[in-house]
Every structure is written in C-alpha cells, then in structure tokens.
C-alpha cells in the first residue's frame, strides 16, 4: 500500500506570493490533516479534513487555508506569505480522524520564504 | 487553550542505556497519549500509543506510562540502540475532539 504523498518536496517562495501544497493520503482513508514544524514550536496543527469537510481548525490566521476533494486529496494554500511562514509542512491521514488513532505523516514539504 | 509540554529538548545516553522523555498535559479530558519518532528526513511515525483506561503500555524495548491524576506521561526506551536516534513527539487528544496538541519534541542522541 502507498503511503502518505507530499508535493512539491521543497518551494521557494518570496514574500507576498501564495504557494498550494498538496497531500495524497493513504487509499481508503478519509481524514487529513495538516502540521506546521519549526525547529522553535515543534508540530503545531493546522486543520483537519473529513469527507471534504473541515472538522477542526489550529490557531493560525485566516491566510492559511485549505480543502479536501472527493477522492480523499487535500491541498493547503497560504496566502500573502510572510517570512515566518517558512517551515516543514506536512499532512497527514488516518481512517478516522486526528483523535485517538495513528497518524500516517508524508515526509513533507519544505517552504522558503524569502 | 490545551497545552503540552515536553521535557528534555535534547538528550544524549549512552549506547546501552535508558533514555526517558516526559509529557504533561493541560486538558483533563485527554484520553489519547501517542509518542511518534521522527528520523531526519522523514515524517513522524508513531511508535506507541496509550489510552487513558490504562497506565502503562509496554513494547519490546519501549514503554509508555500515563498519570492521569498529575496529567503526565513518560516515554522510556532501555537498551538504547544507534537507530533510537531522531527527534521525538508526544501528543495529546480526546475523543471526538478532531485536534491534537503536540509537544516541541525531544532530540535523543545515542553516544557510542
């Protein structure tokens, strides 16, 4: 079974462009979630898809947004990006949802902002 | 809001010795406790779970333990081995919650 796909691997952006990472979770799982890692805050959640819907949200603004098709993919846009916005942004899917059960991480996507 | 915290952000041990990581938690409703390891280059991968009925939780060489009265929970890997290396997350959650909290993460070091 294939595992959690991430595209792009990396981006360089520069400030003020918006850049759309997209997520193919693992077949027959319908949640998605999305994480945001620097090296000073560690994972922090961003939202969570179910069945195209979004579930719950993380404490980031409003220019961090996202959707889910109907074949599960998921795609996170952040808009007017800002130097701070530079992280490793991974995604990641399970049958259920975020709340108790495993979590199957892609290996992420790499943003510059510069 | 919920809060996790997660003690030490770095540790070196021995080869052969144990290592232990500690996790409080803010939110008492919290019944979901899972520890993912993250190799350099990768995506976190989870390494062992613990649910809020049961206190502690052993596989092979790893262990969890959960105090549900002092809202903490500890990750003990003994034997350390060279491939125990990488930064790991603990993680917090409730049923029906659809949000996680992770901690900042330990970086474990495993000296020859």
């Known amino acids: 079974k294939a595992g959690v796909t991430q595209t792009p691997r990396y981006l360089i952006k520069t400030r003020g462009q918006q850049v759309t990472l997209s997520c193919s979770p693992i077949?027959?799982?319908?949640?998605v979630s999305w994480y945001q890692q620097t090296p000073g805050q560690g994972l922090q959640f961003l939202f969570e898809?179910?069945?195209?819907?979004?579930?719950n949200k993380g404490n980031f603004p409003g220019r961090f947004s996202g959707r889910q098709f109907s074949n599960s993919r998921s795609e996170m846009n952040v808009s007017t990006l800002e130097l701070g916005d530079s992280a490793l942004y991974l995604c990641?899917?399970?049958?259920?949802?975020?709340?108790?059960?495993?979590?199957?991480f892609g290996s992420g996507t790499q943003l510059s902002v510069l | 809001g919920e809060n996790v915290e997660q003690h030490p952000s770095t540790l070196s041990v021995q080869e052969g010795d144990s290592a232990v990581i500690k996790c409080t938690y803010s939110?008492?409703?919290?019944?979901?406790f899972p520890w993912y390891k993250q190799e350099l280059g990768k995506g976190p991968q989870l390494i062992i779970d613990?649910?809020?009925?049961?206190g502690e939780k052993k596989d092979q060489r790893i262990a969890v333990t959960l105090n549900k009265t002092a809202k903490h929970f500890s990750l003990h890997i003994t034997e350390t081995q060279p491939e125990d290396s990488a930064v790991y997350f603990c993680a917090a959650s409730r049923d029906r919650d659809d949000k996680i909290i992770f901690g900042k993460g330990t970086r474990l070091h495993i000296l020859p």
């Open positions: 613990i649910r809020s009925n049961v």
């Open positions: 898809y179910f069945s195209e819907t979004q579930r």
């Open positions: 990641a899917s399970s049958l259920g949802g975020v709340s108790s059960e495993k979590l199957f």
């Open positions: 939110d008492s409703a919290s019944n979901y």
């Open positions: 077949s027959g799982h319908r949640s």
